[in-house]
């Protein structure tokens, strides 16, 4: 028996309106922030004498942006790919680990401690062996880097949501013969979605932290991290500041690109999340 068609119930008059201002009275308050910091600064740097490799003003900073705008926008492209890499690397070996890991319980209880000890290591200490194993020159030691640093949150947090479903749910499943594939594809993978992308979003910063630290250790100059180090070493602090604001701007914009994709991904999911009753 097919079942009926349901309504799309469009949005009131002037509904669009009100979403759209609810969305900019939401950004409001950031903003604010960020102006006062920048007048605190600004301020702060011409009343006390702050020297220029202590603290540059804001001002300085957007002079070097804007004259070495085509520069820095190539470095953080050629960073930003060494991220996404790592990124994309990290997070599919997390998420594939984690879906044996919670096919399989015991493997879990016995890969678990190596997976914490392995995100203890300090990645400072890492990223030098890395360009050992690689060209330090290629992108490959950088992407390693990233990858290690956005395995450990991803493989936790999509266990804990692939192990989180409710029991009656499986119960469920059980009564309809259902296979372990199925139950992962209907119930599992759709549980765990909301942990995967809160971990995504944590790797996506994480990624641009760990592609710019490999590059301080031996990196391509057409890179951010190695002209940042050769920039604060030539007391070229203002374009310094400017690499490091590129890097805000990319980590940023990839957050919210993983934000994004979270809304697109998960509009099913009801308001407050699953909750266990």
């Known amino acids: 028996m097919s079942s009926a068609p349901v309504a799309v119930q469009p949005l009131p008059q002037g509904g669009v309106a009100r979403m759209v201002g609810r969305r900019a009275r939401d950004w409001i308050p950031a903003i604010l922030v ?10 702060g740097v011409k009343a006390f004498h702050v020297k220029r490799f202590l603290l540059p003003a804001p001002s300085a900073i957007w002079t070097a942006f804007t004259n070495n705008q085509h520069a820095l926008w190539r470095e953080g492209w050629f960073t930003f790919q060494e991220a996404l890499g790592g990124f994309a690397i990290g997070c599919g070996a997390a998420v ?21 000890a392995a995100n203890a290591v300090p990645i400072i200490a890492f990223a030098p062996i890395t360009n050992a194993w690689f060209n330090p ?70 990624a641009m932290i ?10 391509s ?24 604001l590129v890097a805000c701007i990319l980590g940023i914009g990839f957050y919210l690109a993983v ?17 266990s009753e």
């Open 34 to 43: 960020l102006v006062l910091t920048l007048g605190v600064w600004q301020g």
């Open 96 to 116: 594939l680990l984690a879906m044996v890991v919670a096919r399989w319980r015991p493997l879990g209880n016995a890969l678990m401690p190596y997976a914490i």
């Open 137 to 206: 020159l290629t992108k490959s030691s950088k992407m390693a880097v990233a990858a290690v640093l956005c395995f450990f949150p991803v493989f936790v947090n999509v266990v804990r949501g692939l192990t989180s479903v409710k029991p009656q749910q499986l119960e469920l499943m059980r009564s309809y013969a259902v296979g372990q594939l199925a139950v992962f594809r209907l119930v599992r993978i759709p549980t765990s979605l909301p942990f995967l992308f809160t971990s995504l979003k944590v790797a996506s910063v994480l």
């Open 210 to 219: 760990g592609a710019i630290i490999g590059e301080y250790f031996g990196g």
């Open 221 to 244: 100059l057409d890179s951010l991290g190695a002209n940042i180090k050769q920039d604060a070493a030539l007391f070229q602090f203002e374009k310094a500041w400017a690499e490091i």
């Open 259 to 275: 934000a994004l994709a979270e809304r697109l991904a998960t509009r099913w999911q009801p308001p407050g999340g699953f909750q």
